[in-house]
């Protein structure tokens, strides 16, 4: 009776875990999962000259995710003489944008803008973007390049001391006469000349593509007028007057500006 009863205990206690020399099965694993590491991304979503006189760059950025209302935000320039990139002015964040402006004279450079490191984000870079600042300069900025006519042409620009801007000139020449002044426009897109004709006659003023006209205007005696013209690609500008009819012959001053990266 005995035997039978520890028998009947063994059967009854051994489902339950008791007793039993068997192993326990296995713990299922649970896959360790790794956050995905957080990032800010930051663009420049737009930049352009909005004061080309001044040569005011205004640059529009964008952040996301939002940083803190007020993060300070870099524009850098990559300077090719130093070879690396250099902060030129910056802004504050508002919400998830910001706006920077700049002056600089005209050029070709590359930009971006920088976030630093706010937890839980690291630092952040935008794409570079490459952009052509245009701004006005005098058309006699990098002086002439050379000068011709016939009848005692004479081209005399305004020195420095009398016309900082670079931009003004006196054009004559005996009667019956014309007289040229080129300059380097490699990297201009337009000119703008303001010219006033003290000549005692008729004369006609010309912008040329080396030797090339592209466009002329007659002006009477006393007269004053504007001569305008787009010059992208012409990397060599002549500016010509010449006589039609007058008793000493043409002169002609001009104040003029071109629209250029350089």
Not at 16 to 36: I, N, Q, R
Not at 58 to 75: C, E, N
Not at 131 to 148: E, T
Not at 177 to 194: E, I, L, M
Request: proline share 6%; net charge positive.
């Amino acid at each position: 009776m005995r035997r039978l009863l520890v028998g009947l205990l063994t059967l009854v206690l051994a489902p339950l875990g008791f007793g039993s020399t068997a192993s326990a099965a296995p713990t299922d694993t649970v896959p360790t999962v790794t956050p995905a590491a957080v990032a800010r991304a930051a663009k420049i979503y737009s930049i352009r000259t909005t004061d080309a006189t001044k040569g005011v760059i205004t640059v529009v950025g964008t952040l996301s995710p939002a940083p803190k209302a007020g993060t300070r935000i870099p524009l850098h320039q990559w300077i090719p003489s130093l070879k690396r990139w250099q902060e030129v002015a910056h802004g504050y964040s508002s919400g998830a944008g910001v706006t920077i402006t700049t002056v600089q004279p005209g050029s070709i450079r590359a930009y971006r803008i920088a976030v630093a490191a706010q937890a839980p984000y690291p630092a952040a870079l935008s794409p570079v973007i490459s952009f052509k600042h245009y701004v006005w300069r005098g058309m006699f900025k990098k002086g002439l390049l050379g000068v011709g006519g016939m009848h005692r042409p004479t081209f005399t620009v305004i020195p420095p001391s009398e016309g900082p801007r670079r931009a003004e000139a006196d054009v004559m020449a005996d009667q019956a006469g014309y007289v040229w002044g080129d300059v380097d426009s490699t990297g201009c897109s337009y000119v703008r000349n303001w010219l006033g004709n003290l000549t005692d006659g008729t004369v006609r003023v010309s912008l040329h593509n080396r030797t090339t006209a592209m466009t002329s205007i007659r002006m009477k005696q006393e007269t004053e007028t504007w001569l305008n013209y787009k010059i992208l690609g012409v990397t060599r500008l002549r500016l010509q007057v010449a006589d039609i009819s007058s008793h000493y012959g043409p002169y002609v001053a001009v104040d003029s500006i071109m629209l250029c990266t350089n």
